[in-house]
């Protein structure tokens, strides 16, 4: 959504130069990631307006996904909230053929959203991620002008903490428990999820 320069460890120019380039391209090679955009939103100012969903529309009509995945609401950090919003917002707008970007006009099928920062309310699911939470925290330590980082000697925030990335680990581990996995990750709709039978019948005769 946008560079990221704002929530940085070091100057705003050192933490845009290192999300455009080696950071961003680290964590996608870890996560298998075949195409990576960034929106280029401005940081700590993005917001639910028509500049911003014609900024969004054309990359979803390019990349046309077939599901979402975004903030979910009441978050702490401003963009977050704003991102929910928008991106719900700027996918409806993408499948509408008179809203003219230059492609053909793709909506997404499915949209699901996740907590930042962690929240007691239940999920809409929760996704075992046990074979995968190792890689998700290899690619989330590429970014180390933004989290826990012990060889930078300036000033750190809440999200650069060690308190904060532990915390990454104990929700997960606290969502697996509450699925019998090692690490889960909680996943939230708007509208109802469809499944074609209950978890658990899939392989009854």
Partial sequence: MSPGSFGGLGSVSWCITADAGEEAGNAAGILGVAIRENARLPDSRITNSAEHQRTLIPLFRTLRPRIIFAPMPNDRHPDHEAAHALVRDANYFAGLARINSGDRPHRAERMYFYRVYGDP?????????????????????AYGSQFCNPDYDGEFTYVSSEAFWESIRTRALYWGSRIGTAYGEPV??????????????????
């Fill in 188 to 205: 939230y709709a708007e509208v109802p999820v469809a499944l074609d039978l209950p978890p658990g019948l899939e392989d009854t005769p």
């Fill in 121 to 141: 309310t239940p999920p809409t699911f929760v996704v075992d991620i046990s074979e995968h939470f190792d890689t998700k925290i290899e690619a989330l330590r």
